[in-house]
Structure formats: C-alpha cells, structure tokens
C-alpha cells in the first residue's frame, strides 16, 4: 500500500526541480548530522518519492520502524545498552539512502562526468572487467616477450592501446559505483592487495576509491583504503592508500568521527611500526600543499624575472641553441661568474630555490600547470597514473628504442608522475631535431644518475616520503587544474588540511613533536590561524612542559592581528620568566597596538634597561612619546639614538618632524637637508619639507618641493593628495588657513599635469 501510494505520487505529481533536489539533500544531511532523526526522515521521504525506488522505500520503513520503536523504550525508561550503536547504525544508514536517492535523480539526467560514466557502463560487472583486462594483460605479455619484428611495434602498440583503455574502463566502473556492493569490495581487496595485476593499475584502483569517496561518502571504500595500506606489499600502492584514506577522513570527518569500524581499523594499524612515520609525513606534505600558491608565484614573478636579468652574455652560454631551453643547474659552473652572481642576488635566489625543493615544496608547479592541457589529462584516470617508461604515451613521445631516455625521466628527482608525462609530452610536440638533441643530452645524464643511485645506501623513509610529497603533488594537480574539478568536493581547499580534527587518527596526529612541527610550518609560510590551532592544542597536552608554547601561541596571535588574545599568553610566559627581554618587548608591541600606551612605554623602557645599546628599542619609545603627545621627551629619546652607534642616520626624519612639531623650523630644514644630502630622501621626506617652508611663509619654495614629491610619487597627484590631506590638522595648527590647504594641492598638480 506504501509503494501504491508512492509510485502514484512519482507518476502523476509534479516533478521535483534540479533545485528542489539539491534542496531537500542538503536539508537531510543536516538533519542527520545534528541527529535530528525525524525531521530527516520527513525530507528524505520526499527524495524517495521523486526517485520511485520501492528498495529504498522499503528500507526507510524499516529504519523508522526502528527508529519509533528506540524512542518507545527510552519514554518507558527501558535501558539499552546498545542504544548509542543502533542510533549510529540508523544515521549511517540514513546518509546512504539520502545520497542514494540524490545519486539516482541527478543520475537521469546530469551531465557530470561520474553520472555519465555511470550511465554509460551500465551494469557491467567489475569481475568481468577484470578478466578482460588480466586476459589483454597476457596476450600484451606474449606479443612482447617474443621475437619482434621492426612491423610488430604496431601490434604492440595496438594491444598497450587495448589495455590502456581497460585500464580506464576498470577505474571509471570502481570509482562511479555507489554503493559498493558486497562482491565487489572482495574482488577490489583481491585486485589491490595481491598481484594479479600490475602495481600501476593497483594504484589506480586506489584513487579510484578517493574519486568515489569524494562524489559519496561509501565505508566500505575507506576500509578497503585501510587493508590496503596494511596487506600490500607494494610501497606505492601502501602510501597511496593511506594518503586518500586520510583525504576521505578528511572530507568526511562527521560521519568517519563515528564509524566504530574505522577506528577499530585504524587502533589495529598502530602496530605497524611505518604507520606513524607514515601519517606524520603525509600530515606534514599536506600542510607544505597548503603554500603551493605562493611558491609558485615566488618562482614565476621573482626567481624565474631575475635568471632572466642575468647578463646576456651569461644568458647564452647557458642557453642551448636550438630549443632556447637555459639549464640552471650551469650558472654556478663558471667561478669567474660567481662574484657577479652573488652580488646580483641570483645565488640567494637559486639556494632558496633549491632549499624549497629540498623541504618538499611544489617548486615545478608554475613551469608544468600550462602543459595539463594535452589530449592525455582530459582522461580522468591519468591524472593518478604512476609514471611507467612502457606506456603509450611515453613510447609515442620519446619515440622507439628510448628505454634509456623513460628511465631517466623516471628516476628525475622532485617531479611529480603527472609532470613526468608532462614532460614527454612536451618532448613529443618538439621538432625532430629539437627532440633528438634534447633526448640525447638526458641520456648523457642517465649514467650518472644510476651511478648516484647504486651508490646510494637503501632508505625505507626516504624513499616512503619521496613518495608521498609525489602523490600528494599529483593530487594537487588534479583537484586544481582538472577541467571538471569542480564536480568533486574541493578536499585540497580545506582549511588547514588539519588532520589533527579527525578523531579516528587523534592519537596519532596529536602527536607534540608533530604539532610543534606543523606549526613552525604553518607560522613559515604565514598561516597564522593554523599555526594558533597546532600549538593550542600543544598547549593542552599533558607531557608538554616547555614554557616557550606560551610565547609560540602568543606570537602567532600577534602576527595574525590580534594583540588581545597575544598578551593574554606573553602575560602567562612573563609569570614564569619575568626578565625576558623579548618577551617584555613583544608585550610591549601588544599593549601598543591595543591602544594602551602607557603600559606600553612601561614595558618598553623595561626593555631598554636591558638592552641600552638598541637603536631600535630607542627610536620605538620615542614613537611611543610621540603617541602620547609627548613631543619634547620624544625629540630628546630621538637625540639619544642619534649619537648611539650604527644609528646610521635613522634618527633624523624623527628629529627633523618633532622639530617641526615644536615650531623649531631651523632645526626641521637643517635636518631635512641633511636627508637631501646625505641620504635617499622619499616622496613623504620632500613632502614635509615642503610644510616646514609652507610654515615658514616660503610658499614658492614650498609648492617647488611639493612639486618633487609628487615627481617621486610618479605623477600619483591622488596618492599626493591623500599624503598632504592627512597632515592637514598640524598645518592648521601651524596657522595655515584652510583655503590655503585647498588651493596648494591644485597649484602643485596642475603644474605637473600641464608638464
């Protein structure tokens, strides 16, 4: 009778709008979440009705059943020790149906890439898929292992073609499966842990499971993550499947925070001696992820413009003539360059290059995100394909017999896989000749680099943590530069990639050395928030005793812009060490900020006591005498920096200005000379001239120095405007009428706009 009336609702009512859908799934989501049960199962109701499925119907009667019947006993006061696990186990259920129900309305009609691939592989059986592939697999491995002849690298192309698309079909049916069903999660466990199929297809299938997880939230999926992780053999496929383990998590952080089977899986892997080390790193590469952005603006608008200032002569020694490609790895060969270099600035911009790749950092994403754009990345599989010198696209690019060539492109330290095709690519849009030269130089390198690499000592850790800092680069890539990327959740945008929030991975993630850790990385790179929130909870952990957390979090609550809650920690570090001098300097700086002057000046002439020499320190406080309108004990605090060593004439713009304060016009255009003679004056030195004149009744004088100010300011006469208005109140008080305030600026502009 439910059904009758629910398929009579489906046929003859009005359909449900795209978003009216959208709708109604994000209302049941909340619901779920914030366990409102019943008014979920009121908006799912109105999912299962659009979508026509009885399945569905049936098993949300079934869960409201439960559900009626769980509130029955609990007014009856009943005790159930099982009632936290049925609620779970009913809100689990619940999320799945609701996106079921979602997954099969939009499923009719969406143009999104999961939903035609859903609609184009129909019911195709995963097993069968598998035994196509594994039967191209063998017949692939025949043709090659016998005597080929020159015509027979068609047919071997044909068959890698053949596999390659399976490859493809196989990746597209796991990750556009949802749910996963019973039999095909055992045939998933038997593909990715064992070694029926080659490890690249392996790794494929894992981020297959991370695409789906990133379209539905599917358990199942992320515990068969987890066995991998712990059953395979393979490193690759080991940190793969913990790395998208820990996305999902990630992603899905309510609904994982839940699961008893997921932390029942993951307290079982702290056994494994690897998977601390594991989660730290991938942890901390996610965190680096985060400064991708900014690295590659540092290397495309500053590295890349100042290689390319270098002298032209040493431009063309280092620059091959035919591809016009410069080889950086040249511009410290020649010492007779080296003074030249360290003195344009090119050195220190080339260690700090090298310092970010050696840290992980995603150095080559400004020189490879313009070549995402071949054929072979509107494939949505290849964007997780490990680098392998016998695919297609490599033996297309580098052309035949250039084994030696792949290897070397494999073995390039600090390029992700997806740059690595990239790269053949590009080698492959390239001229014959170009080709063949530049193919010829790589090889050069490959007896080197093996030799390098055979002289090398194994290292487990290094090579776990090369690994990880390539795929979590890989993923970037995707989730960034992927043309339909924004049809899945943007898990690489997430605030922090915090993985300290999950609480299946709390006791590993928790970690005070780890936390310490990221949040040096996060204050490094000026993610101050994420920085508060790693060493807060450093704060509350038991075995941390090291004072210095309080100057940690106060700092990068001071650099976040908030002085308040800074002082509240920089107080909590002074009850422990009262003569800090940075301490009481930082305080000092927080107090100011707030306003509160006078604690202010306290703390720093506490500061000055114990650094007395600090040019610095003294020229602040008479800032600070200046704030408070203190303009006599100023000047003397800025007479007193002048004649202290290495002032280097910083004193004189305070002197000359406070002299000008005090009518003491003499005194101001001595020292403002003085800036014009002996040091680089600025746009607002020439300025303030200018007003000492003005005051003086030099009013000619005075709009010529206007006049080169606004020339500094390079003919901004807004910016000049806005310069002179803002000190408009002192020359009023030094007697210069209003009118006159209006007429200088016009008189001084229209001069310049007529030259």
């Known amino acids: 009778m439910v059904f009758a009336t629910l398929s009579a609702n489906y046929l003859f009512g009005q359909p449900m709008t795209l978003q009216e859908i959208e709708k109604e799934h994000q209302s049941a989501t909340q619901c779920i979440d914030e366990a409102a049960i019943n008014d979920a199962f009121e908006h799912l109701s109105k999912l299962v009705t659009e979508s026509g499925r009885a399945d569905i119907n049936d098993e949300l009667v079934r869960l409201r059943m439960s559900y009626t019947f769980m509130l029955r006993y609990l007014e009856q006061g009943v005790m159930d020790p099982q009632r936290d696990e049925i609620l779970t186990g009913i809100r689990q259920s619940l999320y799945t149906l609701n996106d079921q129900c979602y997954m099969g309305l939009l499923e009719r009609t969406s143009p999104e890439v999961f939903y035609t691939r859903r609609r184009e592989l129909g019911n ?5 898929i598998v035994d196509e592939y594994r039967e191209s697999l063998k017949e692939l491995s025949l043709v090659q292992s016998g005597t080929t ?38 045939t998933l466990k038997l593909c990715i842990n064992g070694d029926i199929l080659p490890v690249h ?104 413009p100042n290689i390319m200032k270098m002298r032209p002569d040493i431009i063309d020694k280092l620059k091959d003539k035919d591809t016009q490609i410069i080889d950086l790895s040249d511009i410290e060969a020649n010492p007779e360059w080296q003074d030249w270099l360290d003195q344009s600035g090119i050195t220190r911009k080339i260690e700090e290059f090298n310092a970010m790749q050696l840290e992980g950092s995603d150095v080559f ?13 509107k494939t949505l599989s290849n964007w997780f394909l490990p680098f392998y010198p016998a695919h297609s696209t490599v033996l297309e690019n580098l052309g035949a017999g250039k084994l030696a060539l792949a290897e070397v492109v494999q073995h390039a330290p600090y390029l992700c896989n997806s740059d690595k095709y990239s790269f053949c690519l590009s080698l492959g849009a390239l001229p014959d000749s170009q080709r063949s030269m530049m193919s010829a130089q790589l090889e050069e390198q490959n007896a080197a680099l093996s030799e390098a690499r055979q002289a090398e000592l194994p290292d487990n850790r290094k090579q776990r943590v090369s690994i990880i800092n390539a795929f979590v680069q890989d993923l970037y890539r995707f989730f960034k530069l992927f043309s339909r990327r924004r049809e899945f959740i943007a898990v690489m945008d997430n605030p922090g990639l915090d993985m300290t929030d999950c609480l299946p991975l709390a006791q590993v993630t928790r970690d005070a050395h780890v936390l310490e850790l990221l949040g040096a990385l996060y204050f490094k790179n000026e993610f101050y928030d994420d920085a508060i929130h790693c060493f807060t909870r450093l704060e509350g952990l038991d075995d941390v005793n090291d004072d210095h957390i309080y100057q940690k979090i106060g700092f990068a609550y001071q650099n976040a812009g908030k002085p308040e809650q800074a002082l509240t ?12 001098a940075w301490n009481i300097r930082h305080i000092a700086a927080c107090y100011r900020a707030v306003g509160k002057l006078d604690m202010a000046l306290e703390y720093y002439r506490r500061a000055e006591a114990m650094n007395p020499n600090n040019v610095s320190l003294t020229l602040t406080i008479g800032h600070v005498l200046l704030e408070l309108n203190r303009t006599n004990d100023a000047l003397q605090q800025y007479f007193k920096a002048d004649l202290m060593p290495n002032a280097k004439h910083r004193a004189w713009r305070p002197i000359a200005w406070c002299s000008f304060l005090l009518n003491d016009y003499d005194r101001a255009m001595d020292y403002y000379d003085r800036i014009i003679r002996d040091d680089k004056p600025s746009p607002q030195d020439l300025l303030n001239r200018g007003h000492v004149m003005l005051c003086q009744g030099l009013t000619q004088q005075a709009i010529e120095a206007y006049r080169e100010s606004l020339r500094m300011m390079g003919g901004n006469t807004q910016k000049f405007r806005s310069a002179f208005k803002d000190d408009a109140m002192e020359l009023r008080l030094h007697g210069v009428s209003t009118v006159d305030q209006a007429l200088i600026p016009d008189a001084v502009c229209t001069a310049q706009q007529n030259n």
């Open 201 to 304: 297809t392996r790794c494929l299938l894992i981020a297959a499971l991370l695409l789906g997880l990133m379209k539905f939230y599917d358990e199942s999926k992320l515990l068969i993550l987890l066995e991998a992780y712990s059953m395979s053999d393979d490193p690759q496929v080991q940190i793969r499947a913990l790395t998208c383990a820990m996305l999902a998590m990630l992603a899905h952080k309510r609904r994982t925070s839940a699961s008893k089977a997921i932390h029942t899986r993951i307290d079982a892997m702290l056994d494994n001696p690897d998977f601390k080390y594991d989660v730290w790193s991938i942890q901390a590469q996610l965190a680096r992820s985060r400064n991708t952005e900014n690295v590659k603006h540092r290397v495309r608008d500053d590295l890349i």
């Open 149 to 186: 002849e020159q015509g027979d690298s068609h047919v071997i192309l044909s068959l890698l073609h053949q596999t390659e698309a399976l490859e493809t079909k196989l990746f597209n049916r796991i990750w556009s499966s949802f749910p996963l069903s019973a039999d095909d999660a055992n």
């Open 365 to 377: 994403i400004a020189t490879f995100a313009h070549l995402k754009t071949f054929p072979f990345f």
């Open 124 to 128: 195709a059986s995963l097993v069968n």
């Open 569 to 580: 920690y920089y107080k909590r570090y002074e009850l422990l060490h009262e003569e800090d």
